[in-house]
């Protein structure tokens, strides 16, 4: 059950980064680097997040041989009402921007 | 890839975390490590690697000390009753190797504060969080297979007090001192790594061969010569000398009290490192929550002495060993110009606290560790095969 609790700044840079990337899954890094936070504050979250039912998280294969898989994650629906609730408070970073104009 | 010294950290790092983590967080572990892998740069990866460490590392050790408590389905959330107070009081007197560990991480984070506010160079920090993870690494490697290898603990003290006798003839010397060895450019204090670990051992292992171990090792205190390490042999003996007394004990301590007055003999020359000696007194000069950090760190030490002793009265020897060493070592470094185990810089007394904790007790088996796998489990191992047959592993 999750709690009605004021989410961080960082907790809500997550959510819009991933809430950007729609159905296209993320990874640990890339989502550090968009949502400039350190992966010792991105993967608890990630973990509170998926427990609470707001995010997807899955094992993909990797296209060339030789590389490692990697976990992947996208927003579930009720992540995606989360995020829409949450907005992030500070100005986007020029990373998340860059990534706003590649999509 | 590159498989230089960064990218070994990180792959350290990875793997520290992983032994670290609860089997229901374990595929977080694993996604740490591929993405660290995945990343070009070495040394991006491994502050990667480092930060989820510090990151997780706390959650992981709640969850395992919540562990007996935990509802099977949950990972940490739902507990079978009680107070979350006395759930966790009762999760942490009960498992008195971790306790030992959540001491170490905590007072090395203590120590590391206190190196923080006195301005000590980046590099002592990154040193001791690097000494915290290989000491906890070799923790839970050796911790396997520590019960299998008991037949040959006579062995492994002779083994280990001939690397101290090689460390007085060959060692790094110093003001007329020979206590350190050369490694990679980091001098190394083997003493404060083998010792603990070998009175440890001696305390649950008695026979001729471990004794000669043990008398070999006073010589080799005396000939560095060094008080401090010869004082712990002396107090860890005597400690054991009080609670368990044997012929092997008494010989042992017959020696290392030789060895002791042979060191009070010779004078003791070294100065004081900053940052290592000296700083109970030098860290209240800094600053008064410097100097809490650096007594708050240092007693935790003894916690699991302590804690142990009035607990589990059927390893009471094992525990006033433990407690006589850590003790001797802090006193020692309140009295003279000798390294501050933990919250000073220096990854020798670290790796040996980690090391040490080897000797403490796991908890009672719980009826729940060979319960039948729980559904999330299954599907954990569902979801990790891919993951598993892409690392080969």
């Avoid at chain 2, 009081?89 to 560990?101: E, K, N, T």
């Avoid at chain 2, 240092?298 to 916690?303: E, N, Q």
């Amino acid at each position: 059950m999750s709690r009605s609790r004021a989410l961080s700044p960082h907790a809500r840079m997550v959510l819009a980064v991933l809430l950007d990337a729609g159905s296209q899954w993320s990874h640990g890094y890339e989502l550090a680097r968009l949502a400039s936070v350190k992966s010792g504050t991105l993967y608890p979250l990630l973990i509170r997040l998926e427990a609470q039912g707001h995010l997807e998280a899955e094992w993909q294969m990797p296209p060339e041989g030789g590389r490692p898989p990697r976990h992947a994650y996208r927003l579930t629906a009720s992540g995606v009402q989360l995020a829409r609730a949450n907005p992030p408070v500070q100005p986007v970073t020029p990373a998340f921007v860059h990534r706003e104009a590649a999509v | 890839m590159s498989f230089g010294l960064h990218r070994s950290l990180a792959d350290l790092a990875c793997r520290l975390l992983q032994a670290a983590l609860p089997s229901s967080l374990q595929s977080w572990g694993w996604a740490v490590r591929c993405e660290t892998a995945d990343i070009p740069d070495d040394t991006k990866a491994l502050l990667f690697a480092l930060d989820s460490l510090c990151g997780l590392l706390p959650r992981a050790v709640a969850a395992r000390l919540l562990q007996p408590f935990v509802s099977r389905g949950g990972d940490g959330a739902h507990f079978s009753g009680g107070s979350i107070p006395m759930t966790l009081y009762d999760a942490i007197v009960r498992r008195p190797r971790a306790l030992g560990i959540a001491c170490a991480i905590v007072a090395v984070g203590l120590g590391l504060a206190y190196m923080a506010i006195a301005r000590a160079p980046m590099r002592y920090l990154a040193i001791n969080v690097a000494a915290l993870a290989i000491g906890l690494t070799m923790l839970a490697l050796l911790g396997r297979t520590a019960l299998a290898a008991r037949q040959w603990t006579g062995g492994a003290i002779v083994v280990m007090a001939g690397a101290l006798l090689a460390t007085a003839l060959l060692g790094s010397r110093v003001e007329g001192a020979a206590r350190w060895v050369n490694l990679g450019g980091l001098a190394i204090q083997p003493s404060l790594i083998l010792l603990p670990v070998m009175l440890m051992a001696f305390a649950q292992t008695r026979g001729r061969v471990a004794t000669a171990g043990i008398l070999v090792a006073a010589a080799a205190m005396a000939l560095q010569p060094d008080r401090a390490m010869a004082g712990m042999l002396v107090l860890g003996l005597a400690a054991l000398a009080i609670v368990r007394p044997d012929r092997h004990v008494l010989v042992a301590l017959a020696a290392a009290v030789t060895g002791f007055a042979a060191t009070l003999v010779r004078a003791d020359t070294l100065p004081a490192v900053p940052y290592v000696d000296q700083i109970f007194y030098s860290s209240f000069d800094v600053h008064a929550v410097a100097g809490m950090a650096v007594l708050g760190g240092t007693g935790l030490l003894l916690v699991p002495a302590v804690v142990g002793w009035s607990r589990d009265a059927e390893n009471r020897a094992t525990y006033a060993v433990f407690g006589a060493v850590w003790f001797t070592v802090i006193a020692a470094a309140a009295l003279g110009n000798y390294p501050t185990p933990m919250v000073g810089y220096g990854s020798s007394a670290i790796i040996g606290y980690a090391l040490s904790l080897l000797a403490l007790p796991k908890p009672a088996s719980a009826p729940t560790a060979t319960a039948p796998e729980t559904d999330s489990e299954l599907d954990r191992t569902q979801n990790d095969r891919h993951l598993l047959a892409g690392l080969g592993v």
